[in-house]
């Protein structure tokens, strides 16, 4: 069972850069798909994207695309979501997420395992 923690966020102006991080303990990354989710007050929680193992495909949410990009490193045992040209639209609580398998599944459910999750505020 592996366990998750994020770390990485913060206030920032629109425009700005962010890189999260997830580091996992327990078991490796290696065996999981990971995935990022976030969600915003009122709002129900979206994936913001998801990656297989190996890294060898990775899903984003139309408005992310070209913004931001996940990556994982197996050896750290983490893995990162970097976030460009921040929008105060991606203001919301940040969660990594894994789960076993092969299915780059993008609803909550399908994951089991999750972290605490990190703010992100992107002010005007």
């Known amino acids: 069972q592996v366990q998750l923690v994020e770390s990485g966020g913060g206030k920032v102006q629109a425009g700005d850069s962010l890189t999260l991080s997830c580091a996992a303990s327990g078991s490796n990354i290696a065996s999981y798909i990971m995935a990022w989710f976030r969600q915003s007050p009122g709002k129900e929680r979206e994936i913001v994207t998801s990656?297989?193992?190996?890294?060898?495909?990775?899903y984003y949410r139309e408005s992310v695309k070209g913004r931001f990009t996940v990556s994982r490193d197996d050896d750290k045992n983490t893995v990162y979501l970097r976030m460009e040209n921040l929008k105060p639209e991606d203001t919301a609580v940040y969660y990594c997420?894994?789960?076993?398998?092969?299915?780059?599944?993008?609803?909550?459910?399908?994951?089991?395992?999750w972290g605490q999750g990190t703010q992100v505020i992107v002010s005007s």
């Open positions: 990656q297989s193992r190996g890294g060898r495909s990775s």
């Open positions: 997420a894994a789960r076993e398998g092969a299915m780059l599944y993008r609803t909550q459910e399908m994951y089991p395992y």
